[in-house]
């Protein structure tokens, strides 16, 4: 077992006990070093291009924002994406066989290499209007907190690094990832971080969602089903008592919701489910032919989130077998898809880029607080590879909504925030 291994179960046990969650220190070290790396000259020249780059990311967020990106539609932003990157400066530039854009700033060494991600895809159709309306000095559009924001925040760090000639040891990779939302399933990362990639990741930063402050250490697991009954359908007068996926459905709900409700009331890691959508049928005076539900279950734990799982698949399967003999004509089949897939994970606040980052909220005068959640990280985090998600800063809200919106209400620090982080990681060519 190794120490990052260690260090996880250790923080596991922490955080399900509810121990020390919100009393983590920064260790001196980390805050010495910050408060050593932010005064530095050059550091310094960087913080004031970010200062003086506020009207470009503005204009920048405006014009990602207003490219759709749906899940599985995200070519035209990812391809403007990649133009502002190249624009910026970056050593190398190109898009991955999974459509994530990636943009290499090499270091003086390049034995590591450090991500800095955010997500290209919104959770909006193809057709939303994503026009940026101005309330005031507030801008108002779906998607423009989640996560066009930090598209542009990473192109900012790209470009205050490079006007103020920062170098640094490691190699910087930024990303903008596919697939983040939804059914998307992370598969952007997930791609990343596969042996088909061509990349390795030594630590990943990700900008997504929250004000400045946020470090986001723990990855919340996530399974997702779709669970499609079949039968052969029929008149409701005429073909009455033939087997009917609608009954079946109600069983499987009925079955599943006693056990998990069951086991989840016997404490342990935080865990939830929800069904979240049915469907199936064609008119009231005709039995189906099909009905289907989706359901959504999570943990913080990995041996839990398995558990509801299991206790899922056993809970519909064993609803069909009791219905198809309970004197129906005929039977009702099961397809059971999976469709969401995100591993459980937390890492030690031990972690130096765990330190670094809470150094680095402190260094601005800002509470570090350490959160856990569903992001992209998820999948470093499950494999014990360093990973923080740090807030875009401001003001928003209406997160997944058509009047989602944020106020540039001292982005810039957040900005600053994410660029210290990335340099402490990436460490400072000498």
């Known amino acids: 077992m190794n120490k990052i291994t260690i260090c996880a179960l250790l923080s596991l046990f922490v955080l399900t006990t509810g ?4 009393g983590t220190e920064t260790l001196k070290e980390y805050t010495r070093q910050m408060d050593k790396l932010g005064k530095a000259k050059v550091i310094q020249s960087a913080f ?3 200062d003086e780059l506020e009207p470009r990311t503005t204009k920048d967020l405006i014009f990602l924002t207003e490219i759709p990106a749906p899940p599985f539609g995200e070519t035209k932003r990812a391809n403007a994406f990649r133009d502002m990157l190249v624009e910026a400066g970056a050593d190398r530039v190109w898009i991955d066989a999974e459509g994530n854009v990636l943009a290499l700033r090499k270091g003086t060494s390049g034995d590591k290499t450090i991500a800095l991600d955010a997500h290209i895809d919104t959770v909006f159709p193809i057709e939303t209007d994503v026009k940026v309306k101005f309330r005031g000095d507030t801008l108002v559009a779906p998607g423009i907190g989640d996560d066009t924001r930090g598209m542009v925040m990473v192109l900012t760090v790209l470009r205050a690094l490079n006007k103020a000639g920062v170098q640094t040891r490691d ?18 990362v997930k791609h990343l971080f596969s042996d088909q990639s061509g990349v390795k990741i030594d630590s990943w930063i990700s900008i997504d969602g929250g004000s400045i402050g946020r470090v986001n250490h723990g990855a919340l697991g996530s399974k997702r089903y779709r669970a499609h009954f079949k039968g052969k359908g029929g008149h409701s007068w ?12 109600g069983k499987a709900v009925e079955y599943f919701v006693q056990s998990a409700s069951d086991y989840v009331a016997k404490g342990g890691a935080k865990t939830s489910f929800n069904i979240g959508r049915i469907g199936g049928g ?3 005076n005709s039995i189906p032919f099909e009905s289907w539900f989706e359901v ?12 509801i799982d299991s206790i899922f698949r056993k809970s519909v399967e064993q609803a069909v077998a009791d219905y198809n003999s309970s004197g129906v004509k005929d039977k009702v089949s099961l397809d059971l898809e999976k469709i969401g897939d995100r591993p459980s994970g937390l890492l030690s606040t031990e972690l130096p880029l765990i330190q670094r980052s809470m150094a680095a909220t402190q260094y ?3 509470k570090p607080r350490l959160t856990t959640g569903s992001t992209n990280g998820n999948i470093p985090i499950s494999k014990g590879i360093p990973a923080v998600t740090l807030g875009r800063g401001g003001k928003g809200g209406g997160a997944h909504s058509l009047d989602e919106w944020w106020l540039n209400k001292d982005g810039a620090k957040a900005i600053k925030l994410t660029l210290l982080v990335c340099v402490a990681e990436a460490g400072l060519a000498k």
Do not use: C, K
């Not at 190699?171 to 952007?188: H, K, W």
């Open 364 to 366: 601005f005068n800002e």
């Open 48 to 50: 004031a291009y970010i």
């Open 282 to 284: 064609t008119s009231v």
């Open 19 to 22: 121990w020390g969650q919100n």
């Open 171 to 188: 190699n910087l990779l930024f990303v903008g990832s596919v697939g983040e939302e939804g059914l998307g399933d992370l598969r952007g």
């Open 296 to 307: 959504d279950m999570r943990s913080l734990d990995p041996h839990r989130l398995y558990e």
């Open 238 to 249: 005429g073909a009455f008592g033939l087997a009917n996926p609608h009954h079946a459905l």
